[in-house]
Every structure is written in C-alpha cells, then in structure tokens.
C-alpha cells in the first residue's frame, strides 16, 4: 500500500469515526433505592390473590354474555306478573287467597325448581370448554396463577352470580308479598333460602365437574340430569318400595331440594320434581326430607366432592 492510499484511509475513517464523551457523573446521582427497585424481592401472588384475579376476569365476561340479561329478564318478570295478575280479575283468581306471606311467596316462585338448574347449566356448562376452545386458557395458564385458583375462580363467579339471582327473587318476591299479606314467618323464609343456597351450590358444582370432562360443553345434559334423570331414579324407587328405609335416604337427594324449600314455605310448588312426578305416578305418597338440616348439608357435601372429582381432572388434562 502506498503512502498516498494509506493517507486517504485514515482521512475516511477519521471522517466517518464517532467519538462518545461519558458525561456521567457519580456525584449527581440522587434517586433512592427504592425508587429504584433496588433490594426489592418479587414473589408469585397468593392463592387468594390468584383466585380474586380470576373471579374478576370471569364476572367481566358474564356482562358480555346472554345470561346476564337471562337473569336480569326473569327477576323484572316477577313483579310484572305480580302486578299483572292482581290487576287482571280473572287471572287474579290464580293468586292464593291467603293472609300469610310465605304461602303467597310460593305461588311467586313457582318455577324456581326449574330456573336453577338451567341457570347453573348456562353459567357452568359450558365454562370451561370456552376457555379451552376459544384459547383463552392459554393466556391464562402461563400467567403467575396456578390451575386451582383457574379453577376455584371461575367456578366462584358462577356461584356467585346464581346465588345473587336467587337472593334477588327471593327478596322481590318476600316485598311483593307482604304489599298484599299481613303475616309472615320470617324463620321459614330464611330456612327455605338457606335450602335453595345450598341446591344452587349442588348443581353448579355438579355441573361444573360435568364440563371437565366433556371437550365441549353442554347445557342441556346437565339440565336434564338435575331436573329428570336424577329426580327420577329417587321417585321410581320411592314409588315401587313405597316405604322404607331407602324411600328415607332417596327423599334427601338433592334434587328434591327445591320441593323440600317451598314446603318450608306451606305449600308445594307445581313447577317442580315432586309436582310433576304426583302426576305421572298416581298415589305416590312421596315427600322430600323434612329435616332442613340435613336437606342443607347433604347438598353442599355432594357439591363439595364433586368439586375435588373437577379439579383432579382439570390439572391432569392435556393443554
């Protein structure tokens, strides 16, 4: 290489060179610590907090969803046929003439033994097939958030949307009730929604251990299985035993919770198992368990295994 290539180089890299002045200075440095996240640990949420998380992202999916304004029709429904009814003479005659508020309450809640279930197989049914379908599991799971709390929140956000809705026809009805009786026996009221409580928590954990193991989820068959298929092996049994000690343990099943509730109130409620099965088997003499009690705790305990056989299958299923 020449002497003049050798000074043309070093012209073009000196031109092209870029040369950095480190202007820091240690002294001006004031920011703390903690303002710097220095010495912080991080650790993975808790259970609680897990499950809190999940909750709140299910509730924000049920306001987009059609049994929001499901159950929000059928609560408005309840002082529109009240009303309607007591304006109307001749449909007032289907009313129950009585003085005692629970009995007409009753009469108000007739299709409550089959608005539960329904509303359970909505919300539960098809819970977790959605999530698993639409893929939204996958943004979940690999989140700090174990696959317990995924499934303890949504099956809260459940239950707790078909508890609320009960609590609000209960409290409708007991209003609308009392604007036209003048007795009430508040003792029963509470033990008739303490039944309807636990039964609402029997069938969305029924339904909700249904939906692990089914690819897609499915309202009807869980509907059709609380309110038929298992209401009718209890009567069927009931009904070729006619007494005994296993009549006994079929009348706590807990698809009879619903008739034992409105009994507390005074009367049957037609819309239900037990009316409907008076029907069809003529002379059955069979009555749900009268303990409130055990008509209480036998549901929730079954929920409670139920839960357990869901949340097994949930963790050894395949992502």
């Known amino acids: 290489m020449s002497k003049r290539e050798a000074k043309a180089q070093r012209k073009m890299a000196k031109k092209y060179s870029t040369s950095t002045t480190d202007s820091y200075d240690e002294s001006s440095r004031t920011i703390t610590d903690e303002e710097a996240h220095r010495n912080v640990s991080y650790e993975l949420p808790s259970k609680l907090r897990q499950i809190k998380e999940c909750f709140m992202i299910q509730m924000k999916r049920y306001t987009r969803q059609k049994i929001m304004w499901f159950a929000a029709v059928l609560l408005i429904l309840i002082p529109v046929i009240f009303f309607t009814f007591e304006n109307v003479p001749v449909l007032k005659t289907m009313l129950p003439s009585t003085e005692v508020t629970n009995i007409y309450i009753v009469s108000l809640l007739m299709f409550m033994p089959l608005i539960v279930p329904l509303l359970c197989a909505i919300a539960c049914g098809s819970m977790l097939s959605q999530e698993f379908n ?10 700090p958030m174990s696959r317990s709390a995924f499934f303890i929140g949504k099956f809260l956000a459940a239950l707790a949307l078909i508890e609320g809705v009960v609590f609000a026809a209960y409290g409708i009805c ?3 009730a009392m604007s036209v009786t003048t007795r009430t026996y508040t003792l029963e009221i509470v033990g008739s ?11 969305c954990a029924v339904t909700y251990a249904m939906s692990t193991k089914l690819r897609r989820g499915s309202t009807m068959f869980p509907f059709i299985f609380l309110f038929a298929l298992l209401p009718l092996v209890g009567v069927v049994v009931a009904f070729i035993e006619k007494t005994g000690t296993i009549v006994d343990i079929m009348s706590y099943l807990p698809c009879f919770a619903p008739d034992a509730a409105m009994l507390s109130l005074g009367n049957n409620a037609p819309i239900s198992v037990m009316g409907v099965s008076k029907v069809m088997f003529a002379g059955l003499t069979f009555s749900p368990g009268s303990s409130t009690v055990l008509m209480t ?3 929730i305990a079954i929920g409670v295994v139920m839960l357990i056989l869901g949340k097994r299958a949930v963790k050894r299923r395949d992502m």
């Not at 639409?134 to 989140?143: D, I, K």
């Not at 929604?193 to 069938?203: E, G, R, T, W």
């Open 134 to 143: 639409e893929r939204t599991v996958y943004l979940s799971l690999p989140l």
């Open 174 to 176: 007991m209003i609308l």
């Open 193 to 203: 929604l303490v039944i309807m409580v636990a039964y609402v928590f029997f069938c």
């Open 297 to 299: 705790l036998i549901p």
